[in-house]
């Protein structure tokens, strides 16, 4: 069977992506780097600034990797949460970014209590209760999940009253001639990057092959307003090659019961007003 008939069942693509990760998780900064024309870090630090992260952020970020958008989002937030599927991702995370304030070394998996926390588990069954995050983020996840509508409502779940999400990920160009050129480069540095490193040229190869099966930009945003998300947007970068979504959860006006979270604890809205449109 071809890769991309592989990954274009959801189980078909479970199974692809939870082998996947478990094999480059030591090769990841370096493969990021590589098909990011090194801009990756410039990306993420847009991202950190477009979610405003504020002191009293409850941080959750998905698929976080080897922690880059997290530790930045922990060091301004009250609290921040990385959750990985591959459990070899998060002790890189670990490992690369101790010793530090939030979360020194030694640090075991989970973290003993303090800022920073660091779980294994899957983004279509989040570990979390309703509203318990302020702000999601993920880099390059969306595009991996085998049913992206029900991420995005486990997202929508987990976010408090008045939170917002934020995306970055590898964009469809609609332009045929660009989208073509595009992926042809992505397939012959990943097949190349591939062998070198793996002896499979297949490898990296899943990367453009997502492509051809992500909606692209306008499509994820369809999908994160049919969820519920409200004034959602989409930052275009590297002339539309990659790009971040944006998107807040309506602020709940009924009044405040036991248990409930505080206004002072709730996220920050995002930059421009929010659109009047609730959740159906």
Same mark, same amino acid.
């Given at each position: ?33 590589? /098909?990011?024309?090194?801009?990756? *870090? ?6 950190? !600034? ?79 209760? *309703? ?22 409502? !486990? ?32 397939? /012959? ?19 453009? !092959? ?26 275009? /970068? ?31 809205? /995002?930059?421009?007003? *929010? ?6």
């Amino acid at each position: 069977m071809t890769l991309r008939a592989t990954i274009s069942t959801p189980e078909g693509k479970r199974r692809f992506v939870r082998r996947l990760f478990a094999t480059i998780a030591d090769r990841y900064d370096f493969i990021t780097v590589v /098909l990011s024309y090194g801009q990756d *870090r410039r990306w993420k630090q847009r991202l950190i !600034e477009l979610a405003a992260v504020g002191p009293a952020d409850r941080v959750l970020d998905l698929a976080c990797g080897t922690g880059d958008l997290l530790y930045a989002a922990a060091a301004r937030a009250r609290s921040a949460v990385g959750l990985d599927l591959t459990h070899r991702m998060l002790q890189l995370a670990r490992s690369r970014h101790a010793p530090s304030p939030l979360c020194p070394a030694p640090c075991p998996l989970p973290p003993t209590p303090c800022r920073l926390f660091l779980v294994t588990a899957d983004m279509l069954a989040l570990p979390f209760d *309703r509203a318990r995050f302020d702000l999601v983020t993920t880099g390059y996840g969306l595009r991996n999940v085998p049913d992206l509508a029900g991420a995005l409502r !486990e997202i929508y779940r987990v976010l408090a009253s008045g939170g917002r999400f934020l995306s970055l990920d590898f964009n469809r160009p609609g332009n045929v001639f660009v989208r073509a050129t595009y992926l042809a480069y992505l397939t /012959l540095v990943g097949s190349l990057l591939g062998l070198v490193l793996h002896r499979d040229s297949s490898t990296y190869r899943y990367i453009p !092959e997502s492509i051809r099966l992500y909606p692209g930009a306008a499509g994820v945003a369809r999908l994160m307003r049919d969820v519920g998300f409200t004034d959602v947007r989409v930052v275009s /970068l590297l002339g539309g090659l990659m790009a971040i979504h944006m998107g807040g959860k309506l602020a709940s006006t009924a009044p405040a019961t036991v248990g409930a979270h505080r206004p002072e604890t709730r996220g920050r809205p /995002l930059p421009t007003a *929010r659109q009047a449109r609730r959740r159906v």
